[in-house]
């Protein structure tokens, strides 16, 4: 009598792809040989697995998968709209930040007491507690060194100072260990940007503080870290002149090259989509994937975006300013001026009484983690953090 363990591999990696990828655990459990290969390699790779899931995306403090299925997006009739549907293995507790890095999932608690590591191919989760305290006004990014250890990046900001940079820590998954450097730094991240994954390294949207005939300035920049050397690396330029009132959105292609959103009332209401044609720690060229004029976004947040080369369409996910919230969409923009507006649903004001009654409001923005690509990196349980200063 066959049974499912008997089940060529090839056959099995196709069931394996047809289920969505926060359900395998239940597929795992019905096979003691099935649990025991899907660990220890990834079943979930086939063309037909990578068409129907996407990544993941915060709603009301949660982490949801999303499906969205662009392939009929020049057929209304074929064309599907996002499926989004909260995590249940996340589902006590609140996330505010979520980053992707080749696999694995770095969320940051709402309160900002507690990071969570979470593969959500192996449905193991990894808890990381702090030196001391985590601070409001930290930054975090996650990678790996040329050995494939992964580690986060901590950026311990003072926003009571104008955000001034005061080093920035480094936790290895590995050796379970903090390591502190207390290096100043000529430039400073906004608190709404965050950095994404590019071959284990992070790159940020950064201004660069320069001081021009007395007054100080800011120029934007790309600024990157090298999880390696565990350093900072040389800041690189944008294609274009930015100004203030200018929206950046910083997002990759497959992690293979980086794309910047430019959104600029000054050059006409023009919005942009530049990609990488090469990056190095010392020099980047750009090459121009869209160019929209006369587009007013006018209220909107731009939050994240992907892109899909194969159908050269760009999805922007935004918020719009609403009367109870904020309304949460996606812009598709397509060849021949292609475009469709989905809705995604309201992001409710959730807010928090302060001292004197008064209410303060909270948001969880439209991050969307795309293009995720499931790993069968193990996490380690939790055992008793080590600290240690690094150099300066």
Request: proline share 3%; charged share 25%.
């Amino acid at each position: 009598m066959t049974t499912m363990s008997d089940l060529p591999l090839d056959l099995t990696k196709e069931i394996f792809s047809r289920v969505p990828l926060t359900s395998l655990s239940s597929v795992r459990s019905t096979c003691k040989s099935w649990n025991s290969i899907s660990k220890s390699q990834v079943l979930c790779e086939s063309a037909a697995g990578r068409k129907q899931f996407l990544g993941f995306m915060m709603k009301d403090f949660s982490v949801c998968s999303m499906k969205f299925d662009l392939q009929g997006i020049q057929n209304e009739a074929d064309f599907v709209n996002p499926s989004i549907k909260q995590v249940s293995v996340l589902d006590q507790v609140k996330i505010s930040q979520i980053f992707q890095c080749e696999g694995l999932l770095l969320c940051v608690t709402r309160d900002k007491s507690r990071l969570l590591v979470w593969n959500p191919y192996l449905g193991q989760t990894r808890w990381i507690q702090p030196r001391n305290t985590f601070l409001s006004g930290d930054q975090y990014a996650l990678g790996y060194d040329k050995n494939r250890k992964h580690k986060i990046l901590r950026i311990l900001g003072d926003y009571k100072s104008g955000y001034m940079v005061l080093g920035y820590e480094i936790f290895d998954l590995s050796a379970n260990t903090w390591k502190v450097s207390n290096d100043n730094q000529d430039w400073r991240i906004d608190h709404y940007q965050r950095g994404v994954s590019l071959k284990g390294h992070t790159y940020f949207l950064a201004k660069e503080k320069i001081r021009i005939g007395g007054t100080n300035n800011n120029i934007d920049c790309i600024l990157s870290f090298d999880f390696t050397t565990e350093r900072f690396r040389k800041l690189l330029p944008l294609p274009f002149k930015s100004y203030y009132s200018d929206k950046l959105v910083l997002s990759c292609v497959r992690e293979e090259q980086l794309a910047v959103l430019h959104y600029s009332w000054v050059m006409g209401q023009a919005l942009e989509i530049w990609v990488t044609k090469k990056i190095d720690p010392g020099e980047v060229s750009w090459s121009k994937f869209l160019r929209l004029t006369s587009w007013c976004m006018g209220d909107i947040l731009p939050g994240s975006f992907f892109i899909d080369e194969e159908k050269k369409v760009v999805v922007v996910v935004y918020e719009i300013r609403i009367l109870t919230g904020r309304n949460q969409s996606a812009h598709i923009l397509g060849p021949d001026g292609y475009f469709k507006s989905v809705n995604i649903g309201e992001t409710r004001y959730i807010g928090r009484r302060i001292k004197h009654g008064y209410m303060i409001s909270e948001l969880c923005g439209p991050l969307v983690c795309s293009s995720y690509v499931p790993s069968s990196v193990q996490l380690q349980t939790n055992q008793p953090v080590k600290s240690e200063e690094g150099e300066n």
